[in-house]
């Protein structure tokens, strides 16, 4: 739809730096560049990092989604509980690797009750025979072994495991978006009336909370606050 806007102007492959910015001509910025998965196990159930030795091997989500294929022995920690580890876990179940999934949850991917995929999400993963531990955290990692602890009683119990994965919690690449704050002394003589973070950059959540945060933005953009504080429902309330 927005190739076909002659008033879009559209750059991919384009890292922009502040500079490149103050030159665009841009009024208003909206900085929307995402987010990136963590390594140290923080999340829901670690507010701190794990403790992870020197020739442990971690590999992250993003890695996973850049094309990353470990073959050996793979624990994947799922501390996020939607569909992000189990899909690593069917693909790579489903090209042959052996493959753990922990959670601390009282069940996987949790979340995707709501979504009606629980069900098919767990059958999918019995029949490509991914062992499955409920209820248990990473307490350490060292090379080729996991420690792993019941999240009630703390027993702990060691497993086998040339790779993990965890997938817990992203945070923000918001550093274009926090030098553009640094430099808002020059917003003005670049003609720069706003900049805001949106979607992931602002706050990582889902994929429908990023899209909706852009089209907030966007309808938002020239209300005043107490305009832009509105929120329109959909009530459908009389077939209306």
């Not at 998965?37 to 794990?50: A, C, E, R, Y």
Request: hydrophobic residues 35%.
């Amino acid at each position: 739809m927005l190739s076909q806007r002659a008033n879009v102007q559209t750059y991919t492959d384009s890292m922009l730096t502040v500079e490149d910015i103050f030159e665009s001509g841009a009024a208003h910025i909206a900085i929307a560049t995402g987010s990136q998965w963590k390594t140290d196990f923080t999340g829901l159930q670690h507010h701190t990092q794990v403790e992870v030795s020197h020739d442990a091997t971690i590999v992250s989500v993003d890695d996973i989604l850049d094309g990353a294929r470990p073959k050996d022995h793979v624990l994947i920690y799922d501390d996020d509980h939607y569909y992000m580890a189990s899909v690593i876990a069917e693909q790579l179940a489903s090209e042959g690797t052996t493959v753990s999934l922990v959670t601390p949850a009282t069940d996987i991917a949790g979340f995707t009750h709501n979504t009606l995929e629980h069900e098919h999400i767990q059958v999918r993963l019995r029949e490509l025979g991914v062992e499955i531990f409920c209820n248990k955290q990473v307490q350490s990692v060292s090379k080729g072994k996991v420690t792993l602890a019941c999240v009630y009683i703390e027993t702990p119990t060691e497993h086998t495991a040339d790779v993990v994965i965890p997938v817990t919690s992203r945070k923000p690449i918001d550093s274009l978006y926090t030098n553009l704050i640094a430099q808002q002394e020059q917003w003005k003589q670049h003609g720069i009336q706003s900049v805001k973070a949106i979607g992931d950059c602002h706050a990582p959540a889902t994929m429908a909370i990023a899209v909706y945060s852009g089209h907030e933005y966007a309808r938002t953009l020239d209300k005043s606050p107490e305009e832009a504080q509105f929120f329109r429902r959909e009530l459908g309330l009389g077939g209306e």
